[in-house]
């Protein structure tokens, strides 16, 4: 099949990236958002997101005249869903548990229906935001065939879900295997067929349903092992051990890999993925429901760290160092480092973050200061909640001229005991139970 123009709905983390690499490989591409100040942000050349390599990307997108940023998306050869796929709280009490999730599917019900007065005989539409199962077949298909076209009799529709890792989306864009799932034969290829035109990896193809769990099969795999490396290290603060040690002995073993401990798992992926599991088979999906409980919890954790360091929270000035979900990117979305913040203000504290990514992060609730002096300045606690290598590259003594605190709350082990303490910081490490803490 061939393709000369093509439009994608949703320029976030990955619709953006994804619609200028189309671009700089000679394709026309439509990119469309329906935030105004995202539009007018990249058609002013500049972006509303942060990913290493991407501003070059798209300034290049742009200048090459292949890519245009509009609010309404246009006909077009093929039509890519980037849109998000958030939870929501169960506030009508279907469930028992107060905290389940339910998948918020209203941006790719407005994406699918904007795309219904544009769609022709022998268009591609693909599906590419986190969905539960049988999403493509249960809510596109109704939708799309509202145009009075038939799914496979008359064009082609498939899901292929993103599988990049936030800080190297561009690499992995083109390089990782990428999963086609269409509602027929002739889907699946079609959607080969565009996304031959810059990935290098391997092209699997198979069936909508099985590429939608792959996708929540990938996160939940790793949210699963997260959680017990949470448990593990609560269990070691329990026993009196330093389970970052025992994790590095442990994974001396040739079949064992135990992941990183920390203040909670966020993102748009790993800490929302396996809700949709839950939502559509609770009967089955227990230990991903148990994980999820654990995971969420983990912030409650810290929060009884950061107490046993000073006892009660109310009057403190705390630090909050890290507001990313994972080191070293800017993406905020689902931090738990944003909850933390919350309960140690709803206990009386006072806290101002610093996010080195994100130096103007604007998030509800939360003072955001634009440099490490500024957080640092007043405190008593700092409270170190994401691991950015800039961070472990701090030097203690020069942060000990900064601040008049002297206790440190670790939750990602990204300092160092002896040149902490040596410092005249007294220092508390989340999975640390030994005595000399």
């Known amino acids: 099949m061939n393709f000369t123009k093509i439009c994608v709905l949703g320029l976030g983390y990955i619709g953006l ?50 890519l245009e940023i509009c609010t309404q998306p246009e006909p077009a050869d093929a039509f890519i869903i980037a849109v998000p796929t958030p939870f929501f709280s169960d506030r009508d009490g279907i469930h028992d548990d107060e905290a389940y999730r339910l998948a918020d599917m209203r941006a790719v019900t407005s994406a699918t229906e904007a795309i219904v007065p544009h769609l022709r005989k022998g ?40 599988r990049v890792l936030p800080g190297q989306i561009l690499r992995e864009l083109i390089e990782n295997a990428r999963v086609i799932g269409g509602i027929d034969r002739p889907s699946s290829e079609a959607g080969r067929d565009l996304y031959a035109i810059f990935v290098r990896g ?70 929302v993925d396996p809700w949709f599991f839950v939502e559509a088979a609770p009967d089955l999906a227990r230990l991903i429901h148990t994980a999820r409980q654990v995971n969420d919890a983990q912030p409650h954790f810290v929060i009884s760290l950061v107490e046993r360091a000073v006892g009660a929270l109310a009057g403190h000035h705390v630090a909050a160092l890290g507001l990313a979900f994972k080191p ?14 919350h309960e140690l203000q709803n206990a009386g504290a006072h806290v101002k973050a610093y996010e080195p990514f994100k130096p103007d992060a604007d998030l509800p609730g939360v003072t955001a200061i634009p440099t490490l002096e500024g957080a640092l300045s007043e405190s008593d606690v700092l409270l170190f909640l994401v691991g950015h290598t800039n961070f472990k590259q701090l030097d203690p003594v020069k942060v000990a001229a900064l601040t008049p605190a002297r206790i440190v709350v670790d939750t990602v082990s990204v300092c160092d005991p002896a040149a902490w303490e040596a410092a005249g910081f007294r220092l508390f490490r989340l999975g640390v139970g030994k005595s000399n803490q």
Not at 134 to 154: C, F, H, N, Q
Not at 328 to 341: K, N
């Open 328 to 341: 070293d990117v800017d993406d905020l979305r689902e931090s738990p480092a944003t909850e933390i913040i």
């Open 123 to 162: 268009s591609l539409v693909i599906l590419e935001s986190t969905s539960p199962p049988r999403t493509t077949v249960d809510l596109l298909i109704p939708i799309l065939e509202k145009s009075g076209l038939k799914a496979g009799a008359d064009f082609h529709l498939c899901y292929s879900p993103e």
């Open 202 to 271: 391997e092209i699997v193809i198979t069936d909508a349903t099985t590429a939608e769990m792959v996708k929540l099969m990938e996160n939940t795999y790793r949210d699963v092992n997260i959680a017990i490396a949470n448990e593990f290290a609560r269990l070691a603060d329990r026993f009196g051990v330093d389970v970052w040690e025992a994790i590095g002995i442990a994974n001396r073993h040739p079949r064992v890999k135990i992941l990183r401990p920390g203040p909670g798992v966020g993102g748009h992926c790993i800490s």
């Open 17 to 66: 990236p994804t619609a200028s690499t189309f671009a700089t490989h000679g394709l026309h591409v439509v990119g469309v958002d329906i935030n105004p100040n995202v539009v007018s942000t990249l058609q002013n050349g500049e972006l509303h997101i942060y990913e290493p390599g991407l501003r070059t990307l798209v300034q290049a997108a742009l200048k090459s005249g292949n």
